[in-house]
């Protein structure tokens, strides 16, 4: 906003005149213009919300036409001449409507003309725009779109069965996206026209509730999309506008000077202090409206989002947390007056502090005096519940005296609770601590809140509870520090110092997160492999519930035992590559229990925890049972690896059938991961990507796996393991597609199961629900000789005896384990 008002600045400061009462000046705001990130977060909205309707209505067919047909039968109680008059002048006032609001604009507006024309031309593009994607949609259900859209989206026209309506419904989306993009100010004579409008639709028999909807909603996401693509004028007030808002206020403002991004510095008359004056405006507001929405529904911490406050709201807990900040006796700015210039913009003016913040202070300059300062200002906080949330080195300003002033108080809170009391005494730690040490910042603050105060702190002393600012801080302290040798991390530091002053200070992190972010991608992955995978059960021609239902009892039998049977060899192949000796019936439970604890974690993510914990708690150290669980991971993928080329070639052998010949799979899939390898190795940055990922590798897994050689004896009952675990799993899923009346080759069903346990193991979902499923449905159908149908029912009762059926078990081995201090 500087380059925009830096140029009118010299218009106002020589502005003497401005007593109260004076008329506002002309304009609103400024010649540029802006794209507001609220415009874009509405059309990516519109565009999910079309989509929805336009899915709801395909799968909820019954419902829609159900409601349509109520709709028209309802309508057939109304005459049809009177009908058709009110439809053509509703329609006739719906035409004219831009028109009208476009002359009534022009006509009351004294000045700013180019602005107003400005935006009749965006609501123009916008009106083009809605009416193109309108014919679009109508041309595409009309055209390649699935016939059940057409059924659910029109309805045959009175008195022509033939001929049916729009999808979407005439002119409403032109009319509504250009008085949304024109920025109308007129509100109830709009509103009624379209509500005449779409009633006349539905009592004409010309339009169906669907088709109305989509009309809405194409006219408002073609708005926002015109007013996001070209931009909309600047709302932020011209230094004129400020000055005359501020005088309103009671103030005597006569200069106003550009100060940074939304601040200015305003100079009043009568040697009266100057001003630092804050806009608040809704473009910058909405421009975190997604992060910190998502932050505070993921963090328990985390402020009240702003973004989702109005304007006026915003302006008050501002002005709140300042004016109770001051009562408290804490130095901070003091506010001289607050005003709204508008629907969309207010300021807060503050006297002026003149001084520098904690970042610009020279390192000889940060005294224990001044830290005991920072830290007895935040004290005056606590001790009245006020939590700043923002304790980064812009906040905490130093006057020429030397004393701190806390200022920035925008997203804290009042009556806030311990938790969030705690974070700032976490995040202050951390924000002087970078300046100065570990050791001085925790001795001021043991020094003046206490030792008690200072470790009740520490659960929380951890990155996700810190600034964006501050754990940028500490990622570059740490590159700082990346070719020196390793030395202990900032935050490890602090809790080392203040541990030697309250060495019984609770040192385990506060769970902070109310949703993970792996947890809404399993939750998400889920549902869309249950969306696909569910039609599969209604979409056959034979029911795979029956199916199961009807299993022979002796493969289901065996199919049963080689489940079972396949815990056994995972914990040989476990232990096998584990130099120590473990006790093997713990190991089986182990991997039982691990049956469980994939209903809680995606698919290959849960087993390798639980084994790494099963080995601390054996006395392995930390570091040698990652390597040893690295070890059979390496060793399992490069046995998974030759098992579908033996698999591959025995399928051609039984089939007979060249194109699925062993050889060719294996020189073109040496061949392309020789490209790859060769193409990631000769661009500079993605060989050191791949350097770091590998270094694991060569430093912790390959020494592992050295002294592994030294006892071949147990390095064989390893491969064994991995070996027959997938051999059991194959009979397995073998045994259940047998157990349906199925006869596909056990090399097919081999070369199925590998493939799709290793997309389950990438997959997001717990157990790899749905991506295994339906990797296997689909490689059962292509490779072998089974129907749809008996592919599906054959996975059924597979997933039923590897996945929930050892649920219960696998819970009950896990408590047992926790019992027995085994895990």
């Not at 909405?286 to 929405?293: F, G, K, M, N, T």
């Not at 079972?564 to 093997?584: D, I, K, Q």
């Amino acid at each position: 906003m500087a380059n925009a008002t830096g140029s009118r600045t010299a218009e106002t400061a020589g502005d003497t005149t401005g007593d109260r009462g004076d008329p506002p000046p002309p304009g609103i705001s400024g010649t540029g213009r802006i794209r507001q990130p609220a415009a874009l977060i509405r059309l990516l909205t519109g565009l999910a919300v079309i989509s929805l309707t336009l899915l709801f209505a395909d799968c909820a067919r019954a419902t829609t036409s159900g409601l349509a047909e109520d709709v028209a039968a309802a309508a057939a109680l109304v005459p049809q001449p009177l009908g058709g008059v009110v439809a053509g002048l509703t329609t006739a006032a719906l035409l004219l409507l831009p028109g009208f609001s476009a002359a009534h604009r022009l006509l009351r507006t004294a000045a700013d003309r180019r602005q107003v024309l400005q935006q009749l031309a965006d609501g123009v593009l916008a009106a083009v725009l809605a009416y193109g994607a309108s014919l679009a949609v109508d041309l595409w259900i009309e055209g390649p779109a699935p016939f059940s859209l057409v059924t659910a989206l029109t309805q045959p026209l009175p008195g022509d069965p033939l001929a049916r309506t729009q999808p979407v419904y005439g002119y409403l989306a032109p009319v509504l996206a250009f008085l949304t993009a024109s920025a109308a100010r007129e509100r109830r004579v709009p509103w009624i026209v379209l509500a005449l409008s779409a009633l006349a639709g539905l009592a004409g028999g010309t339009a169906t509730p669907t088709a109305l909807l989509l009309g809405v909603l194409i006219g408002w996401t073609a708005a926002h999309g015109t007013r996001w693509a070209v931009g909309t004028p600047d709302p932020r007030p011209r230094p004129a506008q400020l000055l005359h808002a501020l005088r309103e206020a009671g103030l005597r403002p006569v200069t106003a000077t550009p100060a940074g991004h939304d601040r200015y510095l305003v100079g009043q008359r009568d040697g009266r202090p100057e001003l630092d004056v804050q806009l608040l405006d809704r473009q910058a507001v909405a421009a975190a409206l997604v992060q910190r929405a998502w932050r505070r529904l993921r963090l328990r911490t985390a402020p009240h989002p702003r973004a989702l406050r109005s304007l006026r709201t915003g302006l008050e807990h501002e002005a709140l947390v300042s004016y109770a900040a001051v009562a408290a006796g804490v130095r901070t700015h003091r506010i001289a007056a607050t005003a709204e210039l508008g629907p969309d913009t207010a300021v807060v003016a503050y006297e002026r502090l003149p001084g520098r913040t904690l970042d610009e202070l020279a390192d000889e300059e940060l005294t224990d005096a001044l830290l005991a300062d920072a830290w007895g200002q935040l004290a005056l906080l606590q001790r009245r519940a006020i939590a700043h949330r923002a304790l980064v080195p812009s906040a905490l300003l130093v006057d020429a005296a030397g004393a701190v002033h806390l200022v920035d108080l925008a997203d804290g809170d009042i009556a806030a609770g311990e938790l969030v009391l705690r974070s700032d005494i976490a995040q202050l730690l951390t924000t002087l601590a970078l300046r100065t040490g570990a050791e001085r910042s925790v001795r001021a603050a043991v020094t003046v809140l206490g030792p008690d105060a200072v470790a009740a702190a520490l659960p929380l002393l951890q990155p996700i509870a810190l600034a964006r600012e501050t754990r940028h801080a500490l990622k570059r302290a740490g590159l700082a520090t990346a070719t020196a040798p390793p030395a202990p991390d900032l935050l490890e530091r602090i809790r080392a110092e203040v541990l030697r002053s309250r060495p019984q200070a609770p040192v385990r992190p506060v769970r902070l997160e109310r949703l993970r972010p792996r947890t809404l991608l399993a939750v998400g992955g889920g549902l869309v492999a249950g969306w696909l995978l569910l039609p599969q059960f209604f979409a056959t021609e034979s029911n795979p519930i029956a199916a199961v239902a009807d299993a022979d009892p002796f493969w289901l039998v065996l199919a049963l035992l080689a489940a079972a049977v396949s815990h056994v060899m995972g914990a040989m192949g476990f232990v096998g590559f584990v130099p120590e000796r473990l006790n093997f019936r713990n190991a089986v439970l182990v991997q039982v229990a691990g049956s469980f604890v994939k209903l809680v974690s995606p698919a290959g993510v849960g087993g390798v925890a639980l084994n790494t914990r099963f080995l601390q708690r054996a006395g392995i150290p930390t570091a040698q049972a990652l390597s040893s669980v690295g070890v059979g991971q390496l060793l399992g993928l490069v046995l998974h690896l030759l098992q579908v080329g033996a698999f591959l070639y025995l399928t051609g052998v039984e089939t007979e059938n060249s194109e699925l010949d062993a050889l060719p799979f294996v020189v073109g899939g040496l061949a392309v991961a020789g490209a790859l390898l060769a193409g990631v190795s000769s661009v500079p940055v993605t060989r050191r990507w791949l350097a770091a990922r590998l270094r694991p590798l060569t430093t912790e897994v390959l020494p592992r796996l050295v002294e592994l050689l030294r006892n071949p004896g147990r390095l064989a009952v390893g491969f064994t393991g991995q070996l027959l675990v997938s051999i059991t799993l194959i009979a397995c899923l073998y045994c259940c597609a047998r157990a349906v009346g199925q006869q596909p080759g056990f090399a097919a069903v081999g070369v199925v199961f590998l493939v799709g346990n290793a997309a389950g193991n990438a997959a997001p979902t717990p157990g790899g629900a749905g991506f295994v499923d339906g990797a296997l449905i689909t490689g059962l159908t292509n490779l072998t000789s089974m129907e749809n149908g008996g592919a599906v029912a054959a996975v059924t009762l597979f997933r039923l005896l590897t996945l929930l059926l050892p649920v219960l078990p696998g819970w009950a081995a896990f408590s047992w384990l926790q019992r027995r201090g085994a895990l």
